[in-house]
Structure formats: structure tokens, C-alpha cells
């Protein structure tokens, strides 16, 4: 297939595969300073099993400058994904109509974790921002899609990306991710400061805990000699997701560590020999991201492992001297009870049919995920969802 090219007011945006950047100097830098680089973006298209179908915009100035490049990917996307309320009703009609509320979408960030612009200089972003809402609506309408999807922006996006809300683009709230900022001493301090019912519930779990057999905790930078074992866990955790989007593989685990050993951390918990828990995280920049957990549910409960997991990481974060624990979108209630704060992103969403968008625009702020999680509301900070 050709490669396509957009001209726009300031430049031209080329659509390359990930096989023509592997000789272009401005990949690297593109997201140099993220903790997911482009290490991770490659990782992600060549070992999830998906149906994900990659490719990478190109930005240049006028001048032939290359100024960016932004990951973009097309995927059949459920648009009541995570919304209980609706899905037997939709099912119903899915029935004679089977991809009804289901639509092509391109999607422009990280398919497998919060997006970022591709500036290959922070002072780019205002200029990359205008030049992907100059070209992905037209690239879009060739390639059929229905949609154009800005997939889990940082709020810190907000004002680069200001334009699109005023025209065209509803921004709303994706599912967020939570943050601790870690200014303590030690674990103990840091429970000290929680509420009082939380501090008696923690103590509670961590004694019924010290009275079962021993758990330990092992720190690696490679998994490909335990993935066999750990998989499984991670299943289990997904399947119980109400939000599935990507779905990692083995091969994902493996080359995260071979690939990235200077930021990659899994932690991996063991009871007399078995692994029962292991998380996947990226250390960055003073900032741990805890992206993924695997748990054993024949113990996980009793053990009350999600607690002793988190237990052990804050504790080795503070170790380290790390400023800043994220984690991943979903499971708020406990989140919130261990002081953490919420870190917003964003979805900016535009149907590329110039009649049919005004009236998706009202049905997004219904249908965006958010909207139906009555712990959010309950965060402190809640307000900077919409903001």
C-alpha cells in the first residue's frame, strides 16, 4: 500500500508503518521524557494479541522538519463498553442488528496505557496538537472510520489541546488513573495519616495476614522466567475487568523487561514456593506506575492481597526515594480509602460525519464511563474531571 500523505497549512503529515521509522532520528525523541518511550509503543504493536491495527503520523513544518510523531491505531470499539446499565438492552437489539453502538475507530495515543502528544520538543505540543486536529478527522474519512479519538489524555494536555472542544471535539472524561504523592518517612507514617477507620481496617488485614504462612516479595527486571507461572494470575484478574480494552500476552511480559530492564519492575509474591500476586510497573522520572496486577483468587481474598501488594510496593518506592505512586484506571473504592487522589484523562471524540456530529455530541456525555461510577464522586478532587 502507498504511503499517504496530508498536507496542512504549516507542514505535512505522513502515515508510516512501524518498520519506516526504524532508520527516522526523530523517533526516539518523540517520547523520549515519558516513562512509556518508544520502546513501550513498539512493544505494544508487536506483541499484543489484538485486533489493533497500528500505524504512526508523521508530522513536518514547512521548513521538512520532522516535529512529531503520533502513534495512531484503528480498533472496532463498543461504545457501551463499561456501562451495566445498558447492556442488556443493547444486547436485545445487537441481536438483528449485530454492530449496533459498535463503530471503526481511530484512535491517536497509547493502546495500551495514557496518551501523550509525540512532540519531539516539549515547545512543540501547541504546534503538534493544531496539526492532528488539521489532519486525523480527513485521514480518518479514508479509512472509514466513524470516529476520531484522542484514547486517555492527561489533564496537563488541556490547554496545548484547547481548539478542539471549540471545534468539533467534545472532551470527556476517560476512567482515571489515581496518584499518592509520597512524602513520608516510611509505610508506617504514611498509614498514620489515614482516616481512623481506614488505619484499624489496614491493621486488621496485615495481622490476619501475619498469621498465615510467610509471604515473599522478590524484585526483578526481567519476567520471562516466570511467565508461565504468573500469566495465568493476570488473567484472572482480567477477566473479572468490567472495562476490557487491550489484553497482554506473554510475549508483552517478556519483552517489556528485555526491552525496557532500566525502567521495568514486577514485583512477584510467593507462599511457601507458589507465586500468589505479581505486578508490572515502570519507574520514571521519581514516579512508579503500577499498570498491572495478577492475583491468585483462590487466596488473593482471604489474604487480602491487593493490600499486601500495595503495602509492599509503597514500601519499596519510599526506599528508593520516589516522589510519586500511579496507578492504573478501576478499582477506586479502595483507592480511595488509602488517600489517594485521582489523576485525570481526557477523551477528545469527534464522529467524522459533519451532520451526524452535533447530535453524537449530547449522546457522548451519556455514554462517556465516568459518568456511572459512584465512587469517583467521592474523591476530593473529583471536580478536576471535568474542569
Not at 499484543?48 to 510523531?69: C, I, M, P, Q, T
Not at 489496614?202 to 495481622?207: E, N, S, T
Request: net charge positive; hydrophobic share 40%.
Amino acid at each position: 500500500m502507498p504511503r499517504q500523505t496530508i498536507p496542512f497549512s504549516s507542514g505535512i503529515a505522513r502515515v508510516l508503518s512501524l518498520a519506516d521509522l526504524q532508520n527516522l532520528d526523530a523517533w526516539p525523541k518523540a517520547f523520549a521524557g515519558k516513562s512509556k518511550d518508544h520502546r513501550f509503543y513498539e512493544i505494544v504493536e508487536q506483541t499484543l494479541d489484538s485486533n489493533f491495527e497500528h500505524h504512526y503520523l508523521v508530522l513536518e513544518d514547512g521548513a521538512g522538519k520532522v516535529r512529531a510523531v503520533q502513534p495512531i491505531f484503528f480498533v472496532q470499539q463498543n461504545l457501551v463498553e463499561g456501562i451495566p446499565a445498558l447492556r442488556g438492552a443493547v444486547e436485545l437489539i445487537r441481536r438483528r442488528f449485530p454492530r449496533f453502538l459498535t463503530m471503526r475507530v481511530l484512535m491517536a495515543g497509547n493502546a495500551a496505557g495514557e496518551g501523550h502528544l509525540g512532540a519531539c520538543a516539549p515547545v512543540d505540543e501547541a504546534w503538534v496538537a493544531d496539526a492532528l486536529f488539521a489532519t486525523l478527522k480527513t485521514y480518518a474519512r479514508r479509512s472509514k472510520a466513524s470516529l476520531v479519538v484522542f484514547k486517555d489524555f492527561p489533564a496537563k494536555y488541556r490547554q496545548a489541546m484547547r481548539n478542539f472542544s471549540a471545534h468539533g471535539y467534545t472532551r470527556v472524561p476517560s476512567m482515571p488513573m489515581t496518584e499518592l504523592l509520597l512524602n513520608y518517612t516510611d509505610f508506617e507514617h504514611y498509614v498514620s495519616t489515614l482516616g481512623s477507620s481506614t488505619r484499624k481496617d489496614l491493621r486488621r488485614k496485615f495481622r490476619k495476614i501475619a498469621a498465615a504462612p510467610p509471604i515473599s516479595v522478590e524484585v526483578l527486571t526481567d519476567l520471562t522466567p516466570f511467565v508461565d507461572e504468573v500469566y495465568p494470575l493476570y488473567l484472572q484478574v482480567h477477566e473479572r475487568s468490567p472495562l476490557k480494552f487491550e489484553r497482554l500476552t506473554k510475549k508483552y511480559l517478556s519483552e517489556l523487561g528485555r526491552r525496557m530492564p532500566d525502567r521495568a519492575r514486577f514485583f512477584l509474591w510467593r507462599q511457601e514456593g507458589k507465586a500468589i500476586a505479581f505486578s508490572i510497573a515502570l519507574v520514571h522520572d521519581g514516579t512508579i506506575y503500577d499498570d498491572y496486577l495478577g492475583l491468585d483468587y483462590r487466596v488473593a481474598l482471604d489474604l487480602h492481597l491487593y493490600f499486601y501488594t500495595f503495602r509492599d510496593i509503597i514500601r519499596w518506592a519510599l526506599a528508593q526515594g520516589l516522589e510519586r505512586y500511579r496507578s492504573s484506571p478501576l478499582n477506586y473504592h479502595p483507592k480511595l480509602h488509602l488517600g489517594c487522589d485521582l489523576y485525570p484523562l481526557d477523551l477528545y471524540v469527534q464522529h467524522t460525519s459533519a451532520w451526524l456530529n452535533p447530535i453524537f455530541r449530547p449522546a457522548l456525555k451519556f455514554l462517556e464511563p465516568t459518568r456511572h461510577d459512584k465512587v469517583l464522586k467521592r474523591f476530593r478532587n473529583a471536580d478536576q474531571l471535568l474542569a
